[in-house]
């Protein structure tokens, strides 16, 4: 009985110890997360950046583009008539005054017209002259009552109209002719220089497309110049009648030639998406040449202020050009369109105001929705 006791005594110690054993490694286990252990999460830290405002500023740049010389009148001449060339008077580089002789045509069956329009006209007359006396004698007869009706008078007069207009009808059949033999002289329109010539004596000429593929001649007047130039839509609307401009031509090495804007088209170019701009050139000398490219200088004064950003503000990427921009203590992208820049700043053109605060040295490290503690405001 004595050795029974003992060992019930003993079973029961070692089952309070197994059971104090457990107990622990349960509260043990249960003070860990499965997975690991337990992390204090700590919040993000800030990225700290400079600021400035956005502010704005008028820009007077200088636009630099190319532009071309072309003559202030030029035409291509043609025969109005099919003809033969009899003489030319001039040549490719001769200086002719308008109304000068520049050929002389010849079309023999044109004189056979007009001789045919002569007789026509002739006869026409004589058959007018004696309708018309007809018409005196019987209106001088009707002064008597009862030797002639009304309705043979009547008759007389109309066919006496109807004489006139036939008579009308020949003198202008006459004059057509004649206006066409006044076309056998080629003649020039203005003061120009000839600078292509595409005929010579005996040559069957005609209207363009029938006789004559290439003009006669071609004229173009050379003591003033147009220099046009296509102005990008961005900076057309800084362009004023009478703004002076500066330009160069590489045949005339280290001069710099002056003029004013004269005419502005008022429109866009659908395909170039410009605005056709031209400056009278006044070329006493001839010095300058039709079809020379020219540099031109365009000063511009901007039509108003705009927002003007420092260029390290701006990040292209991938996705496009963006600022960033901070509210609340967070950057946020906004994106932008560029326009001119000048001195290491930019027009900027989005959903941005002025003196909105932005990041001085943006890049793509800066990301949207970070937060961001501004360490100073820097003058743009």
């Given at each position: 009985?004595?050795?029974?006791?003992?060992?019930?005594?003993?079973?029961?110690?070692?089952?309070?110890?197994?059971?104090?054993?457990?107990?622990?490694?349960?509260?043990?286990?249960?003070?860990?997360?499965?997975?690991?252990?337990?992390?204090?999460?700590?919040?993000?830290?800030?990225?700290?950046?400079?600021?400035?405002?956005?502010?704005?500023?008028?820009?007077?740049?200088?636009?630099?583009?190319?532009?071309?010389?072309?003559?202030?009148?030029?035409?291509?001449?043609?025969a109005k008539v099919s003809s033969f060339v009899r003489r030319v008077h001039v040549?490719?580089?001769?200086?002719?005054?308008?109304?000068?002789?520049?050929?002389?045509?010849?079309?023999?069956?044109?004189?056979?017209?007009?001789?045919?329009?002569?007789?026509?006209?002739?006869?026409?007359?004589?058959?007018?002259?004696?309708?018309?006396?007809?018409?005196?004698?019987?209106?001088?007869?009707?002064?008597?009552?009862?030797?002639?009706?009304?309705?043979?008078?009547?008759?007389?007069?109309?066919?006496?109209?109807?004489?006139?207009?036939?008579?009308?009808?020949?003198?202008?059949?006459?004059?057509?002719?004649?206006?066409?033999?006044?076309?056998?002289?080629?003649?020039?329109?203005?003061?120009?220089?000839?600078?292509?010539?595409?005929?010579?004596?005996?040559?069957?000429?005609?209207?363009?497309?029938?006789?004559?593929?290439?003009?006669?001649?071609?004229?173009?007047?050379?003591?003033?110049?147009?220099?046009?130039?296509?102005?990008?839509?961005?900076?057309?609307?800084?362009?004023?009648?009478?703004?002076?401009?500066?330009?160069?031509?590489?045949?005339?090495?280290?001069?710099?030639?002056?003029?004013?804007?004269?005419?502005?088209?008022?429109?866009?170019?659908?395909?170039?998406?410009?605005?056709?701009?031209?400056?009278?050139?006044?070329?006493?000398?001839?010095?300058?040449?039709?079809?020379?490219?020219?540099?031109?200088?365009?000063?511009?004064?901007?039509?108003?202020?705009?927002?003007?950003?420092?260029?390290?503000?701006?990040?292209?990427?991938?996705?496009?050009?963006?600022?960033?921009?901070?509210?609340?203590?967070?950057?946020?992208?906004?994106?932008?369109?560029?326009?001119?820049?000048?001195?290491?700043?930019?027009?900027?053109?989005?959903?941005?105001?002025?003196?909105?605060?932005?990041?001085?040295?943006?890049?793509?490290?800066?990301?949207?929705?970070?937060?961001?503690?501004?360490?100073?405001?820097?003058?743009?």
């Amino acid at each position: 009985m004595k050795n029974g006791r003992n060992v019930g005594r003993g079973g029961l110690a070692r089952a309070a110890r197994a059971g104090a054993l457990a107990g622990a490694l349960l509260a043990s286990a249960g003070c860990k997360p499965a997975g690991g252990a337990q992390r204090d999460e700590k919040p993000a830290s800030q990225v700290e950046t400079p600021v400035f405002a956005v502010g704005e500023e008028r820009f007077d740049t200088a636009l630099h583009l190319p532009g071309e010389l072309v003559s202030f009148e030029r035409v291509d001449l043609y025969a109005k008539v099919s003809s033969f060339v009899r003489r030319v008077h001039v040549d490719v580089g001769s200086e002719v005054k308008a109304g000068q002789l520049l050929a002389s045509l010849e079309a023999p069956e044109l004189g056979s017209q007009v001789a045919e329009a002569e007789s026509k006209l002739k006869a026409q007359e004589a058959v007018y002259i004696a309708t018309k006396a007809a018409y005196d004698r019987l209106v001088q007869t009707s002064k008597t009552p009862g030797t002639v009706s009304e309705n043979d008078l009547e008759q007389a007069q109309a066919k006496t109209s109807a004489e006139l207009a036939r008579l009308d009808a020949a003198k202008a059949a006459k004059q057509a002719v004649a206006a066409l033999s006044g076309y056998l002289e080629m003649r020039a329109p203005f003061s120009a220089v000839v600078t292509a010539r595409n005929v010579s004596p005996g040559a069957y000429v005609g209207p363009a497309g029938r006789g004559s593929e290439a003009p006669l001649f071609t004229l173009q007047e050379q003591d003033r110049l147009r220099l046009v130039v296509a102005v990008p839509e961005a900076r057309a609307a800084d362009l004023a009648v009478g703004q002076e401009v500066s330009f160069t031509v590489r045949s005339r090495p280290g001069e710099r030639f002056v003029a004013k804007v004269s005419r502005v088209a008022g429109a866009l170019d659908s395909r170039l998406r410009s605005e056709r701009v031209e400056m009278n050139v006044e070329n006493p000398g001839k010095r300058l040449l039709p079809g020379a490219v020219a540099e031109v200088t365009l000063p511009l004064t901007a039509s108003s202020a705009r927002l003007v950003i420092p260029k390290a503000a701006l990040v292209d990427s991938t996705t496009g050009t963006f600022v960033v921009r901070i509210a609340e203590q967070k950057a946020r992208w906004v994106r932008v369109e560029v326009g001119q820049e000048q001195d290491g700043k930019v027009e900027v053109y989005g959903e941005l105001q002025r003196g909105d605060l932005l990041a001085a040295r943006a890049s793509e490290e800066l990301r949207d929705g970070a937060p961001v503690a501004a360490t100073a405001v820097v003058k743009p």
